[in-house]
């Protein structure tokens, strides 16, 4: 397949797997949208020891909500951070996330997500929760198109990267590229899926 085709490819699924989010999150009634993803389950919680730091992103949109497991990594011992980005284009890094029960310390980053300040401290997570549009049981994953977490993950190879999703974004397979970097896991309100299972 020539190069263009396969972006093609990648790119009309991602649309097509943002359209299928959306409408997943907009059928869920509001009260079960509050009660997913309280808490990691026991498994992946015991892949960051208690002094570990944990990356987390800061969920826009349908995205698969992280602010209540942000919640209880911070109240069992794990220091937060939150990807950041110094402008357009720079390198994804990670700076420390003090409060995850207020945005007050956050600021709008150059990709509109929140995120930490320029004086936050920063932080290489052990753990990084990795957002996505599409991912299959094996740990393929399918990201926005930026390639921010796959490059990051490759300049990191001992970090325990773990993909958060809705049930709906399980695919079979995916169009994928040599930089394109592998799920440990990935957790929905329903699963689990290790790759090493």
């Known amino acids: 397949m020539s190069d263009i085709r396969r972006i093609d490819a990648r790119q009309g699924l991602r649309s097509k797997l943002r359209a299928a989010r959306r409408a997943h999150v907009a059928a869920l009634p509001a ?7 309280m808490r990691p ?19 826009t949109g349908d995205e698969a909500p992280t602010r209540s497991y942000a919640k209880w ?3 069992n011992g794990r220091r937060l951070a939150l990807p950041w980005f110094a402008a357009r284009g720079e390198a994804m890094h990670f700076r420390e996330w003090l409060d995850p029960y207020s945005d007050d310390a956050l600021v709008a980053g150059p990709y509109g997500a929140l995120q930490p300040g320029d004086d936050a401290a920063e932080l290489v ?9 599409g991912f299959t049981a094996g740990g393929d994953r399918l990201g926005q198109g930026g390639g921010h977490y796959d490059r990051w993950l490759a300049a990191h190879p001992g970090v325990t990267a773990l993909g958060l999703a809705w049930d709906c ?28 299972a």
């Not at 009260?31 to 993803?37: E, G, I, N, Q, S």
């Not at 695919?171 to 899926?193: F, G, S």
């Open 41 to 59: 389950p026991g498994a992946v919680a015991d892949l960051a020891p208690a002094d570990a730091v944990v990356g987390l992103y800061h969920a």
């Open 125 to 133: 997570p052990e753990v990084a929760f990795v957002p996505l549009l």
């Open 73 to 75: 990594l911070s109240e």
């Open 31 to 37: 009260a079960t949208r509050a009660l997913v993803m």
């Open 169 to 196: 974004q399980l695919v079979d397979a995916l169009p994928l590229e040599p930089h394109d970097r592998m799920m440990d896991a990935v957790i929905t309100p329903t699963r689990l899926y290790r790759r090493d």
